[in-house]
């Protein structure tokens, strides 16, 4: 497929996801959302493709939504659009997803990484939730997600002044899952990415949707329901395949079944 504001490529089992808006910072406009939701559903139907990475330009991950595309709107055009919803769709992906933020990860760009299952950051990478400036609030989640991810003491300092955090602080706070060179960024994600691909996929989604229970749910029953998608992991060859491989002392072969 052809797309105007991203691009796809495959590595082996391996999808990346390039946002490519470079004369406005990858702001997220329109069609960048439609087409990165319409990209990541499509491969995350996909069971070739066992993990899913989303990038940046080394400048800008993403500098927020488009603001300019924003300004002019009314309330009824965005409540009757249900303005960002489609945003929504990038969390129900069962393919695990890998954001590699460089640069600016600010608003709408920030609350993208933070949908993404793990989030890799160049030791350049700047977050923040500036929407207050502009006399909004976060739009895609960045309200929830990011005081799930830091506590509220950072994510109230983030969304009452606007101000971005570097990724030595981000990684202290716990929103990101590792910190590289600039230069080493694109090619880490990748071999994180491979090696979530190369696990059995239906268990990487079990494992997946046992975590963001975590999200959704009490204690007791978030254990609960990953006791019985443990038990239902001994339904699956690649359960056996493993355990076997183990006991034999050779590498496993899952055949994601
Ligand atoms: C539209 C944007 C943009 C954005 C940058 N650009 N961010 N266009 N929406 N969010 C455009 C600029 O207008 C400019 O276009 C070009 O990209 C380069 O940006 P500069 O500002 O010249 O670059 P620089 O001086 O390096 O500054 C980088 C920056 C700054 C600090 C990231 O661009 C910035 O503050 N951007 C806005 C960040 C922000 O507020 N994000 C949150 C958006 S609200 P021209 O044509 O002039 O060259 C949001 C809400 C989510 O995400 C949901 C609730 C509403």
Same mark, same amino acid.
């Given at each position: 497929? /052809? ?35 319409? &990209? +990541? ?13 989303? +990038?940046?330009?080394?400048? &800008?991950?993403?500098?927020?939504? /488009?603001?300019?595309?924003?300004? !002019? ?8 659009? /249900? ?11 069962? =393919? !695990?997803?890998? %954001? ?16 993404? /299952? ?9 977050? $923040?939730? !500036?929407?207050?400036?502009? $006399?909004?609030?976060? $739009? ?20 009452? +002044?606007?101000?971005?955090?570097? %990724?030595?602080? %981000?990684?202290?706070? $716990?929103?990101?899952?590792? #910190?590289? %060179? ?12 491979? =090696? ?14 046992? #975590? ?7 204690? &007791? ?14 339904? =699956? ?21």
């Amino acid at each position: 497929t /052809d797309y105007q504001t991203i691009k796809v490529e495959r590595r082996d089992r391996v999808a990346i996801v390039t946002l490519n808006r470079p004369e406005a910072l990858n702001a997220l406009n329109l069609t960048v959302m439609q087409e990165t939701v319409a &990209a +990541t559903t499509e491969l995350d139907r996909d069971p070739s493709v066992g993990a899913i990475v989303i +990038t940046g330009s080394a400048k &800008a991950f993403a500098a927020g939504a /488009d603001i300019k595309e924003m300004a !002019p709107k009314s309330y009824m055009d965005v409540y009757l659009d /249900d303005w960002f919803a489609a945003w929504d769709r990038l969390a129900q992906l069962r =393919t !695990p997803t890998i %954001a590699a933020v460089s640069g600016y990860a600010l608003g709408g760009g920030c609350e993208l990484a933070m949908i993404c /299952d793990i989030l890799i950051a160049s030791d350049t990478a700047k977050f $923040g939730q !500036p929407e207050i400036k502009l $006399g909004v609030i976060p $739009g895609i989640g960045g309200s929830q997600r990011l005081t799930r991810a830091v506590g509220k003491a950072k994510a109230m300092d983030l969304c009452l +002044t606007g101000r971005n955090m570097d %990724a030595a602080e %981000a990684e202290r706070a $716990g929103l990101v899952s590792r #910190v590289v %060179a600039a230069d080493q960024l694109l090619d880490t994600a990748i071999e994180v990415a491979q =090696t979530v691909a190369g696990m059995s996929l239906p268990i990487a989604m079990m494992a997946k949707e046992a #975590v963001g229970r975590a999200f959704e749910t009490t204690l &007791a029953e978030g254990i609960r329901f990953e006791r019985r998608l443990f038990h239902s992991t001994f339904a =699956t060859d690649d359960q056996k395949e493993g355990m076997a491989a183990f006991v034999e002392k050779r590498p496993a072969t899952f055949t994601h079944r």
